[in-house]
Structure formats: C-alpha cells, structure tokens
C-alpha cells in the first residue's frame, strides 16, 4: 500500500463525485472502509455527530439501505430521481490522525427535477486511508452551507 | 353572500374547495382569521434551558422572539424595534440579557422592556421609555408546551386543548421518567400550502404506500410494528380542531406492559443500558425510546408526532416550512437519547427515509390542485362511521381540523 498524495486523494474525490451523479451506487458503496462514516450535519461545529442530530449519520448498515431505498423504485422522491450536476474543487490537505490523509474541499451540486434547478453548496471533509484497492473511504462529512436552515427534500447523495 | 358565509361554503363536512390550496386572498384571510386569534405554538421549554435564554420563532408570518427572562419567567415579544422597526434578534437561539438593535441602539431586556436609547438628550422630553417595549404576546404553556396568543381574550389554553391534553401527557411519557428535551431539528420546506401538512399528520391511509421504501429499510418486527393501518388503530375528534390518531395501540401507555419482552431492534441498546441500570429501569427506558404509537395534531400548527414535534410555518399560499424536532430524555441514559436520534435521523428529515417522499407527495398535491377551475379535495373516507371517531385511516381528524378552519374563517 503506497502513501496517499494530494493528487491521488483528488483523484478519488472526483471518481466519488462522478460515481454519485451517474448514481452508480454499488461502485460508491465500494469505496467505503466498513467501519466509515457518511455525515451530513444539522449543527455545523458539533464536537461529536454521534451525539447530535444530524441529516445523515450513516455507518455500513445505513448506508446499505439509504443504497437499497434509493434504487427500489418504491421512494417516490427517488423515481423519478432528480438529475444532478457537481463539482468538487478548492482541495486543501490538513493534519489528521497517523495513517489518515484528511482533505477539505468545495462542492457546488445543481439539482434538476421537473421545472426546477436548485443548488447545494457544501464544505467537504474527507478521512481517506490507504487500502489495497488504492485509497478507501473512512469518513466524509459535508457540511452544507446552509445545513442548519430549512432545507428541501433531498432524493439524492450529497 | 358575505365573505363570511362564502369562506364556510368552501369547508363542507366531506370535502373541502381546492382554492384552500390556491387562493392567496384565502391564504391572507387565513393569517388574520385564524394565526391571529387562536393558540399558536412557539417553543418547548426545554429550547430555553435559562434564565436569559432566547430562541426565534413565528406566530403565522409574523417574527417573534421567544424569552426566558432572569426571573425564569417566558415572554414572546415581536421581533420589531419600536424605533424604525428593524429586527432586534437574528441569532436562531442563544442567551443574552439585552437585546440591542443594530440600528440606532435602542436595547430592550428580555421581558421587552425599552432600557436605553442613544443620545437621549435629543429626544428632550418627547421620548416616554414605558411607551415603547417590544409588543408582548399573552404566553401559557401545557406540559413544556409554549404557545402564544395576539388575543387577550380567548380561552386559556389549557381549555382550548382540552381534551388533547391527556393525550399530551401520555406523549410525555417517553421522557421515560426523565422529561423531554428537543435533542435537535430537521428543517425543510415544500412548495405547498401549510393546510397539506396538517392534514398529513392525521394521515395513516398513505402510509404503507408512501412510506414502502422505509418499510423494507426495516427488519421483520419493526416492520409488522409499523403496519399502522393493521392494529385496531382508531382516530378521533379532540374538539377546537385537534385530533388523535393511533396507529400503535400497543404503544399508547409505555408505562404499561413494562414486561413484554424486548423488541430484536433494541436489544443491544437494553444490553448497554444493563450496565449501569437495575432491569427495571432498563425496560422502562427501552420502551419509551421508540417514542408513543399516536399522533397528536393540534389546530394550527403543532402535532405530537410517535417520537418527535412537528411545526408547520405558513409562509405563503404556495410554500411552507416544517421543523421536525427530535426529543431525548433530558439527563437519560447517552445511549438511551442516541439511539433516538438514530431513529429519528432514521425517517424524518430532508434526507430520511420517510420526509422526502411526504414532501414530493404534498408537493405534488399543490402541482395537481392548479388543475380543474371547480374541483374538491375529499374528506369523506370513514364518514359513515360516525363523526367523532373511526378506524385509523379515517379522515375524522381532517374533517376535525376543517370544522376548526370553518369555524375560524366564519367568525
Ligand atoms: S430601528 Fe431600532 S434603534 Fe432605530
Ligand atoms: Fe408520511
């Protein structure tokens, strides 16, 4: 297993990025280490999600399902899914704990369905960790801009 | 026919006018009809934990700010400086002693009384300071319940919810002995009018459709739990515009039936919660951590909902917003209050398992009603049951509600 670089860690968040708007979900759940967490907070400095309230606070069990519901057909607010659009930018690596490569980045998602465009713009927190597939994913949080505002539906993966 | 007569011949017992939905002169009549004369929820107690704390909240679209002032007391003041009207809070939630507008500096205490104003000397003897408080709301509250009033002269509260208030105090009952606290809150809104949501919470015939993918995200037991419409469930009429409806028998008292064994979804939980509690404590939080098996939907804007409180915010004819607010067991067992905020993330919210679809549903009920010039939404399933109560996919509830509305909309 060889060290995670900046450019390999943005090379995986745009594969991230694209397997979720091409909504290619088994590839997406794949990326996951199976003790990770997906976390898309409501309190924008919790000191520990697991305490608060979140819009998603999902370990492997969880994500299986949000995966299962998104695809059954049986979510009305997921078929027809809306189309989405995004992109990922403004990388930064920080310090992080040994053996994990933290970045911080940008991501603006345009969202279409039926006659309306709307956007979503998020700080996102990747934990990525070397694995033998390459880089694996310990924990993304994305901390939407306006996260602790009333929001939409979302029948989507941010 | 006077407006009067003409909104009531718009609410019939088995049906309502589309234009409920539509009609943005209804909409407006509506605020001033019914969100200006009655009891309008503005907080849980809880969300002021001291003495000069304060949260944001709304009486229909009006701005105010709800206060626990230094001697405890609560206040909900108009969010309006009486100098030139700029808003005088615009922190969600926080404490302070003082409120000070950043517009000329005029600062108020959190009972709303006017403290200091800059450079008094140039108002010379024209400026009386007893004059000008934040306009203050008459306040009562129900079981942490904080509701308020623009009316000086209606009911008390406790007799406008009259009969709900039993059912209230058996919702409390999943403090589990410790209280309620709001634990956090999912905020979303639809492009849909506000009454779609109030008829939502009285809704148990959509559920197993809506809500399929939920259903399937369950295991086996859980799933049988929540197949609402097959339990013997019953809504009924509370009176003022209120309703009950149970889905879960089983779950109406969780102090009863503390014996029954422990549901597969919770075992883990009762393992921990073993640790460092005697068995019996163990069920009694265990039974209470899924929250009650009903529905409380109280007229206008507030519904006790299983395992958490849902607010309506009207904001237009045509776009609402709604706060669903987890509740935990104030100083309970971590594991205890974090397994509710698991369930709770688990279907509500702009991303559970549920919420979304319910959102798409009303959002579509407001695209479909601009169809038809002279068409009518129904309320006629269980009619024949009687009109006080029938069987848990019944529209008794939104014919409670609509009842209310006429009423309001008739005075
Ligand atoms: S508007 Fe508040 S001090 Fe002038
Ligand atoms: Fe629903």
């Known amino acids: ?158 | 026919m006077d407006q009067q007569s003409a909104y009531a011949a718009l609410a019939r017992e088995d049906r309502v006018h589309t234009s409920l939905y539509t009609d943005p002169a209804i909409f407006d009549a509506e605020m001033d009809r019914i969100f200006a004369n009655t009891w309008v929820w503005v907080a849980h107690a809880s969300e002021l934990p001291t003495p000069n704390s304060y949260k944001m909240s709304h009486v229909g679209l009006q701005p105010v700010v709800v206060t626990r002032d230094k001697e405890s007391q609560l206040h909900v003041l108009l969010n309006r400086c009486r100098h030139r009207a700029a808003s005088v809070c615009e922190q969600k939630r926080g404490r302070a002693q003082m409120f000070v507008c950043r517009y000329h500096g005029w600062s108020y205490d959190m009972t709303g009384r006017l403290r200091a104003v800059p450079y008094a000397a140039g108002y010379g003897t024209e400026l009386n300071k007893e004059d000008y408080p934040l306009v203050s709301l008459r306040v009562e509250t129900y079981a942490g319940l904080v509701f308020a009033t623009m009316r000086d002269d209606i009911q008390p509260l406790a007799e406008y919810l009259g009969p709900a208030r039993a059912w209230i105090d058996l919702f409390m009952k999943q403090g589990a002995g410790f209280g309620i606290k709001v634990a956090g809150e999912h905020r979303f809104r639809f492009p849909g009018n506000w009454k779609i949501q109030l008829e939502n919470t009285t809704d148990a015939y959509h559920f197993p459709i809506v809500h399929r993918s939920f259903l399937t995200s369950l295991d086996e037991e859980t799933e049988g739990q929540f197949d609402v419409l097959g339990q013997g469930g019953w809504i009924e009429d509370l009176g003022n515009g209120h309703s009950v409806m149970v889905m879960i028998p089983d779950l109406v008292d969780l102090e009863a039936n503390l014996d029954a064994p422990i549901p597969e979804r919770f075992q883990d939980l009762a393992a921990e919660l073993a640790k460092t509690h005697a068995p019996q404590e163990v069920r009694r939080i265990v039974r209470a951590v899924g929250g009650t098996g009903f529905n409380i939907n109280l007229f206008p804007n507030v519904a006790c909902s299983m395992a958490f409180f849902r607010v309506l915010r009207p904001i237009a004819v045509n776009e609402t917003e709604i706060a669903h607010m987890a509740l935990g067991m104030a100083g309970g067992p971590e594991a205890a209050n974090q397994a509710r905020l698991r369930l709770h993330e688990h279907f509500q919210g702009p991303m559970g398992f549920g919420s979304p679809d319910d959102a798409e549903g009303w959002e579509r009920v407001q695209r479909g009603a601009a169809a038809g010039d002279d068409l009518w939404i129904l309320l006629n399933r269980g009619l024949a049951q009687g009109s006080n109560t029938g069987d848990v996919s019944a529209e008794t509830g939104m014919r409670a509600a609509y009842r209310m509305w006429r009423r309001m909309m008739a005075q």
């Open chain 1, 1 to 158: 297993m060889t060290a995670i670089s900046l450019p390999s860690a943005m090379e995986f968040i745009w594969l991230e990025a694209d397997l979720l708007d091409s909504h290619d979900y088994a590839a997406w759940l794949a990326l996951w280490t199976a003790t990770g967490h997906y976390i898309i907070p409501t309190e924008r400095d919790a000191e520990d999600y697991a305490a608060v309230l979140n819009v998603v606070y999902d370990d492997q069990e969880m994500r299986e399902a949000r995966v299962k519901r998104l695809q059954s057909g049986l979510s009305m607010s997921a078929s027809p899914a809306a189309r989405t659009v995004r992109t990922v930018s403004r990388f930064r690596a920080m310090d992080g704990a040994a053996g994990v490569f933290v970045v911080r980045c940008a991501q603006h998602i345009v969202e279409y369905k039926y006659d309306r465009t709307r956007m979503l713009a998020a700080d996102v927190l990747f934990w990525l960790v070397p694995a033998a597939s390459g880089i694996s994913l310990q924990r993304k949080v994305v901390t939407l801009i306006n996260g602790d505002d009333a929001l939409h539906g979302i029948g989507y993966l941010l």
